[in-house]
């Protein structure tokens, strides 16, 4: 028998992707947050989806932190920054 740990990260992320597909994006973003606790610390894929679905909410600060944070993380494992899709980048307006 299978019994869910909260820092189950897989679990978080599927669960967080069912709230995306019925457009509950508040309640995924909250999973995916969750997943983040039991993640690698250099998890980029969650905070990505972490940006997109803050930008899609129009939480800007929000959706930059994320982006922020996959920098931060690609600098310090000196991983290219090429992994970041055209779809994925925040278009800012001041």
């Known amino acids: 028998m299978y019994t869910c740990s909260p820092y189950d ?8 992707a069912s709230y995306q597909e019925m457009g ?8 995916l ?3 983040l606790l039991g993640a690698d610390a250099n998890e980029i894929a969650i ?8 930008s899609d909410l129009d939480e ?8 922020q944070r996959v920098i931060e993380i690609s ?11 055209p779809s994925q980048v925040v278009t800012l307006t001041v």
Do not use: N
Request: hydrophobic share 50%; proline share 2%; glycine share 2%.
């Open 75 to 85: 600098r310090a494992t000196c991983m290219p920054s090429f992994h970041i899709l």
């Open 60 to 67: 800007t600060a929000d959706a930059v932190a994320y982006h």
């Open 9 to 16: 990260v897989r679990l978080w992320q599927a669960q967080g």
């Open 47 to 54: 905070a990505l989806k972490l940006a997109r679905l803050h």
């Open 24 to 31: 509950r994006l508040r309640e995924a973003i909250e999973c």
């Open 33 to 35: 947050k969750r997943a």
